[in-house]
């Protein structure tokens, strides 16, 4: 984000945010390609996410708060217009009735969320994490209840 402020200081940085524990659960699940091997242990899963959360703060002081747009997915599934047109807002560009339908563009996806991008927007991701109970003890544990707001 550093090198982005100061190569491109008229940049708009979207921070995409996710409930700390559906997040960290999603990456659990995924088998990526390569590079990823933090993501497959839940404990430093966890410490991997603190890093981010540490590291996110520090650029908020750094860098000029409209530089960057935090993004929350739960707000985007719940209210995807109003959400989609705040972004669009953001990044200076106007609202098209195709941003709702973004589902139903044909290029091609290449992500671990291939399979998303072609369904509309659905809530059913959201806390998902609650279903797997004391399974993931050692995440709630790693992320802490600062993120999590859960007290061990």
């Known amino acids: ?20 524990i559906d997040n960290c659960l999603s990456c659990y699940e995924r088998l990526f390609s390569k ?3 933090f993501s497959y242990d839940m404990n430093e899963l ?4 603190n ?13 000029p708060a409209d530089f960057i747009l935090d993004f929350q ?3 985007t599934v719940a209210d995807p217009e ?6 669009l807002n953001f990044c200076g560009l106007e609202f098209e009735e195709a941003c709702m339908n973004f589902h139903e563009v044909k290029r091609t996806v290449t992500t671990a969320s291939a ?3 072609r369904q ?18 050692p995440l709630l544990k790693a992320l802490g209840p600062e993120l999590t707001g859960i007290e061990s």
């Open 120 to 137: 509309p927007l659905y809530n059913t991701s959201v806390n998902r994490w609650q279903k797997y109970g004391a399974r993931l003890d």
């Open 46 to 49: 966890g410490e991997y996410y």
């Open 51 to 63: 890093a981010y959360v540490r590291t996110m703060k520090l650029w908020r002081k750094l860098i």
């Open 73 to 75: 997915y739960e707000q």
């Open 1 to 20: 984000i550093g090198f982005i402020y100061l190569l491109f200081p008229k940049a708009s940085v979207i921070h995409c945010q996710r409930n700390p």
């Open 82 to 87: 109003n959400q989609i047109r705040r972004l």
């Open 35 to 37: 590079g990823l091997n």
């Open 115 to 117: 399979l998303q991008v």
